[in-house]
């Protein structure tokens, strides 16, 4: 991965950001490429509009349009229509294709406005060859103040294209001319340059709608583009930090967060984020987290530490690779990416709470996840369960090695398959913590002994007796506090006589029952 740009200007070099040097240009091909099938709807679509004399000129925007130019694949068929509304289009469109094709059209749609989810045109939406293809009308925006809600009317193709968040991302493919159309002027030799550029001044793309700031950001990351020097100038004016605070949803924040946090480039999209001060607008830290939020300088710290547990990551990959054998067969790399990544930025808050409405204590952690970021329950229950079981490992570590085979067991069987990120982050943390590498020695011994002691996959470790066998050898009528201890004591010596049978422990318990009791 290519260094930190030169040109990012004071607050990147807070963080301490290395020099970047001078990019290579990408390689653009020359045109657009369609596959055979997105051919087929062209042509049928190109057709419909001829046969039916309807003037429409329709356009693919956006996305597929970059990718196709960058060589790269992509499914997301977003039509751009000139004269009518998508609803309209596809109503006519679907008996065209029906009646006088003899097609069967699946999947047709109208997804409504939905302003909290960001979604403010109607979009028109059918099925052709098993491809999702979606319509809209060409649009014009304006913004009233206090509101990121736009008025939203037909516009023409320049208007569209800078009304978007940048000029990669307004570029159209006219299907009807074969040809790629750059209405900004700039959308072209931005892909062939590497840049991330607004199509309108930055101030002025980002007061209409300052969720384009983390979009930038996103999109600079995802294909490791440098952001003209004028996008992180614009982003000190306090108007647009407060817009982005106030006026765009946590949802929406959460979700353009998630997409760059499961790219391998992840890493980039939170250098972008701390590095214009804009990390406590996204990890959003509440009033009710008073010790952090009545201290300004502590929180800044504690975001300093995460952010330099991600830097740390980011230069180690193939140390850390090396502790990621187990999780890797279990999620896939985005998932990975995702955990890894936000349970070292989050680790340093693991020491802090907030007061809930009911007036009770909760992890710091989770709040972040589930309001600030507004992540799902599952996911925010596993950053949190992966920044825990660090500390846990910590405490371990605290212990003579001869005392390590039990709390690892219980540890690793807690913790599910997500116990190797686990022992990332501490380790991480540790070291960012420390300022010292010296505790990788240390890690490493723990982690040969897991895997030489067969821990690995202690969380799928099977009982040799179950719940209900136990109740009858040890003539117990129903469960309770006695049962829970008897499969314990039955966790432990499996884990201590790994290569015993079950007749084995039978033949224990008869011996002596009373081992298994206490």
């Known amino acids: ?32 490429y369609p596959t055979e099938k997105e051919q087929r709807i062209f042509d049928l679509l190109k057709e419909f509009v001829e046969v039916k004399k309807l003037g429409t000129t329709v356009r693919v925007a956006g996305g597929w349009v970059r990718d196709k130019l960058l060589g790269l694949d992509c499914d997301d068929l977003d039509f751009a229509l000139d004269n009518m509304m998508g609803e309209e289009f596809i109503t006519k469109a679907r008996e065209f294709l029906t009646v006088e094709k ?55 193709p320049e208007e569209d294209a800078y009304r978007r968040d ?77 817009a982005l605070k106030l006026k765009v949803s946590r949802e929406r924040i959460g979700i353009e967060s998630h997409k760059a946090l499961s790219h391998k480039n992840s890493y980039l999209y939170l250098e972008h984020v701390f590095g214009n001060g804009l990390e406590s607008i996204v990890f959003e830290i509440p009033p009710t987290a008073k010790v952090l939020a009545e201290d300004p300088n502590l929180q800044r710290a504690v975001f300093q530490k995460g952010f330099e547990n991600a830097t740390f990551i980011n230069r180690s990959d193939q140390l850390i690779s090396n502790y990621l054998q187990e999780v890797t067969k279990m999620l896939s790399d985005s998932e990975r990416i995702f955990y890894l990544y936000l ?18 204590e909760e992890d710091l952690i989770s709040f972040i996840l589930k309001e600030s970021l507004k992540f799902t329950h ?74 030489s002691n067969g821990l690995q996959e202690t969380f799928s470790l099977k009982l040799m007796l179950d719940g209900e066998e136990a109740k009858r050898i040890f003539d117990l009528p129903k469960g309770g506090p006695l049962i829970k201890t008897i499969m314990n004591r039955m966790f432990e010596w499996q884990l201590m006589n790994p290569e015993k049978t079950k007749a084995a422990l039978l033949e224990e318990i008869t011996a002596d029952k009373s081992k298994f009791l206490s």
């Not at 004071?10 to 001078?22: H, L, Q, V």
Request: glycine content about 4%; some cysteine.
């Open 1 to 32: 991965m290519r260094l930190a740009r030169a040109y990012f200007t004071k607050s990147y070099s807070r963080f301490g950001y290395r020099a970047r040097m001078e990019r290579q240009k990408s390689v653009v091909l020359p045109k657009v």
């Open 343 to 360: 349970s070292a930025v989050l680790r340093p808050f693991l020491p802090y709470t907030h007061e809930t409405k009911k007036k009770k």
């Open 378 to 451: 599952k996911e925010s229950g596993n950053v949190l369960l992966i920044c825990q079981s660090s500390a846990k490992f910590d405490e371990i570590l605290q212990m003579h090695s001869k005392d390590w085979l039990l709390p690892l067991g219980y540890l690793i069987k807690e913790t599910g398959f997500f116990w190797e990120l686990a022992l990332v982050t501490a380790l991480v943390n540790k070291i960012v913590e420390t300022k010292s590498e010296a505790h990788i020695a240390t890690y490493s011994e723990l982690y040969k002994y897991i895997y």
């Open 166 to 242: 940048l000029t990669i991302n307004a570029l159209f493919y006219n299907i009807m001319t074969d040809s790629v159309e750059d209405f900004t002027k700039k959308g072209i030799e931005d892909l062939h340059a590497g840049v991330c550029r607004t199509p309108l001044e930055p101030l002025a793309t980002f007061t209409d709608d300052s969720l384009r700031v983390l979009r930038v950001f996103r999109f600079a990351s995802r294909y490791d583009f440098d952001i003209v020097p004028e996008i992180p100038e614009s982003l000190k004016n306090e108007e647009v930090r407060k």
């Open 102 to 156: 003899n097609l069967e059209i699946h999947g047709f749609g109208v997804i409504k406005t939905n302003a909290e989810k960001s979604k403010h045109l109607q979009t028109a939406t059918l099925q052709l060859f098993g491809q999702k293809v979606d319509f809209v009308n060409l649009r014009s925006e304006t913004y009233e103040d206090n509101s990121r809600i736009p008025k939203i009317e037909i516009g023409t």
